[in-house]
């Protein structure tokens, strides 16, 4: 059965209230939210090669409605986050269904949506001061001595223009309050931005937690190889913990969240906040 | 319930990223950087990121205000249009038409920019015309 | 748990280049003699990797500013 058709009969065995997929726009594929009232768009319905956090969209519906029905397309990196999401109670697993589309690079699939077939290019000047794209947690250590992945880091963390892009585009960066907008971790209003405290800080956060989707590194404007260093943060959690993120729906033993989160609405927009505080 | 995503062209500066806004019931509830677009190719300073924060701020000015008795009033299109044409031809009558200045900005349009530059020239009389591009 | 933190962090300082800047020992406070050893080793230590390379990155930042 093809995509369209899967998606009408969750509509028609009314499992979901929304189906989120992709759609194009004058050329560019974009997200977008199918309902049963417009049935009609479904035929736009595709799979698309650039990846935007259909998770975190999911979670922004379900604060504004809570037991909505939420289907959609999960690649590999969407379904790891979910069990991620499910574990931290950000959503229902009993609230979302999901189309699975493998995409992984692997023997069996020569053919793959994902934009991780094609690597990175890593320039010339990157290589001889900062760090390969592409570079092996592994064989970095080897390659580079204390003081080398010392300056190394420092060149990379130092282009940071504190855009803030990597947490607000991560799919499972979901604190009401961010340590990174903490006064007294990340002074505000001040660049360049506290190196490495700024760094440093998500990469913890982002031990037992980040299921390595490449988001943050794709969206990182000054292409600061993030995906690097959680992924050898995460191999540490592995090597000591034993625990690997997205893979079940245990919660990760080393965290920074606290034993107990909700799924519970976030604080109110700032609009009515300040509605309410100007009387109007 | 209804969430859609709305292509457009960051408003902050000149560079002019693709955004896409997230829309929510009819609101905007949040900025994501778009992919595909050809000047970001995904990625976004951080006022980019927080377009929606202004759009949806209470403190947004939605109509002109004329300040009379030293307290803004809502006014109309006209009545603001009109209202500043009277006050530039008094300041041009009386101080001459040097004591006018135009200033113009990297986030309108060639035409547009070419326009005020004229109107400045032929209309007010001045050469005082700049663009935040040059300060 | 404490000693597997303590892992943790001193893994991602080695990953990021401050290798061997952090220390965990387990000392009763019965273990008056040990204890001396241990702060006059770690001391003796970092004297000789020298200063943290960054108190004169941020001194030169804040000369810049
Ligand atoms: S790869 Fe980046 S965006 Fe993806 S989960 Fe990890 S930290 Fe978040
Ligand atoms: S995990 Fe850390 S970086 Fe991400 S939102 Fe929470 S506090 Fe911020
Ligand atoms: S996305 Fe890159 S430049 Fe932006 S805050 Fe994160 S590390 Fe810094
Ligand atoms: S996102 Fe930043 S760089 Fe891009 S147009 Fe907006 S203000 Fe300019």
Known sequence: MNLIDQVEQLFIQDKIDIFLG?????????????????????KALQVSEGRYSLEKIATHLTEKH??????????????????LLYTWKQLNPENIETINISCCP???????DCSYLE????GAYKKTHGIDFNADPDTFLDDFNNKNRFSRWMYEFNKCIKCYGCRNICPVCFCDECSLEHASLVEPG??????????????????????DCGLCEDACPMDIPLRLLYRQVN??????????????????????IGEKTVLEPKPMDAQLEGEKEYGL | MDCKFVPAVCSYCGTGC??????IDGKINATLPMKSHPVNHGKLCIKGWNLHEYINSYMRLKTPLIKEDGRFQKATWDEAIGHAAVKFNQIKDQFGPDAIGVLVSAKITNEENYLAQK??????????VDHCARL | MTIKRIRFMQELLTFFGLEGRLHLEWISSAEAQKYVQVVTDFTEKIRQMGPNPLKKIDAAVKGAI
């Open chain 1, 190 to 211: 001040t660049l360049p931005v506290d190196v490495p405290i700024f760094h440093l800080i998500r990469a913890t956060h982002m031990a037992g937690r980040c299921i």
């Open chain 1, 22 to 42: 992709y759609k194009a726009l004058d050329g560019h594929l974009l997200p977008h939210g199918f309902t049963r009232d417009r049935m009609e768009e479904l």
């Open chain 2, 119 to 128: 109107f400045t020239r032929a209309v007010i009389g001045t050469n005082n």
């Open chain 1, 106 to 112: 692997s023997p069996l699939k020569p053919h793959s």
């Open chain 1, 119 to 122: 690597p990175k290019q890593t």
């Open chain 1, 235 to 256: 191999a540490i959690v592995s090597d000591i913990f034993d625990y690997r993120p997205g893979n079940g729906t245990d919660q990760s033993p080393f965290t920074i």
């Open chain 1, 66 to 83: 809570p037991d909505i029905r939420i289907g959609m397309i999960a690649r590999e990196c969407n379904l790891r986050t979910l069990n």
């Open chain 2, 18 to 23: 693709g955004v896409l806004f997230e829309v």
